[in-house]
């Protein structure tokens, strides 16, 4: 598949901006290696996580937990400990199921696959596709749809989602797939950013399509707008697997350990804790084993 003359130039976009990435390109510890393990790893750590903050809680995971063996033998206490700051716990829980079943069943390749695996949606399964096996997949995070929407359509086409998955899929170079996400990645995020992008010094300006148009900020900001955290379900799930995978603990005692006073708050996180199988007991509440 290539991209139509009415569309782009693919391999115009694909030399200009490859270059780029080879001088520019950020060196994150993920894509120095091929390793399958920490590069599923990663992605799954980047999943609504900012890249600062995944850096180095990442090292970290890699130095305590090395391979999918040591991953899927280690008490679920252990993980959950590791990934506190990360957010989303169940995530953590899910990626040792995950261990588990590669251990037993290997790492599919295909996206119709991996979608069936624990923990592993529709962009986790494109990112596997793209950052493991080096092949064109559908890993469309928000910087590589801003950047593909401007560079291929003009604000006025408003591609559906279908569209910009195609032109996505033709844009990937042949062999070059892992290069490619990277680049594209890394262009969103330094020069084509959701209100301000910096397109006189962008490395593909002459051949976007949108080069000076004024980019539609209300509804990025709106997109980008996150709900409070402190206080919030995910707050209190986090604090509440943070005093757990410490010491096993009774309800009552959990609930005055946490620096906080919300009782309906309280319950509803521990009900949600205990219905995806992350917390375990009636009365002595501990860590339990993911679903």
């Not at 400990?81 to 040792?96: E, F, K, M, T, V």
């Not at 037993?104 to 695996?117: F, K, N």
Request: proline share 5%; with cysteine; charged share 25%.
């Amino acid at each position: 598949m290539t991209l139509d003359s009415k569309t782009l130039n693919a391999k115009t976009l694909q030399s200009r901006l490859l270059a780029w990435y080879a001088r520019h390109g950020r060196r994150l510890p993920w894509r120095q290696t091929k390793n399958p393990y920490r590069i599923v790893v990663a992605e799954v750590m980047l999943q609504q996580t900012q890249v600062e903050r995944v850096v180095q809680k990442y090292r970290a995971w890699i130095k305590a937990f090395p391979s999918w063996e040591a991953l899927a033998q280690a008490p679920l206490r252990d993980v959950l400990r590791l990934w506190s700051g990360l957010g989303y716990n169940s995530r953590a829980a899910r990626l040792q199921k995950l261990a588990q079943h590669v251990l037993s069943a290997g790492l599919p390749e295909e996206e119709r696959s991996l979608v069936q695996l624990p923990g592993v949606g529709p962009y986790t399964a494109g990112a596997i596709r793209v950052f493991v096996f080096n092949k064109p997949g559908r890993c469309i995070d928000v910087n590589i749809e801003r950047v593909m929407k401007r560079v291929c359509f003009t604000r006025r086409q408003r591609p559906s989602r279908r569209r910009l998955q195609e032109a996505v899929l033709a844009s990937f170079p042949r062999g070059r797939a892992r290069a490619w996400g990277n680049a594209l990645m890394d262009l969103g995020s330094s020069h084509c950013s959701a209100t301000r992008p910096s397109c006189s010094t962008c490395p593909i300006r002459s051949i976007c399509k949108s080069r000076g148009e004024r980019p539609e900020e209300k509804r990025e900001r709106a997109r980008r707008r996150q709900s409070p955290f402190l206080h919030s379900t995910r707050w209190w799930r986090g604090q509440i697997l943070k005093v757990l995978t410490q010491q096993t603990m009774e309800k009552s005692v959990l609930y005055k350990a946490i620096p906080h006073n919300d009782k309906a708050a309280f319950e509803n996180a521990l009900a949600a804790l205990r219905a995806e199988g992350l917390v375990k007991g009636v009365k002595h509440l501990r860590v339990g084993a993911a679903p």
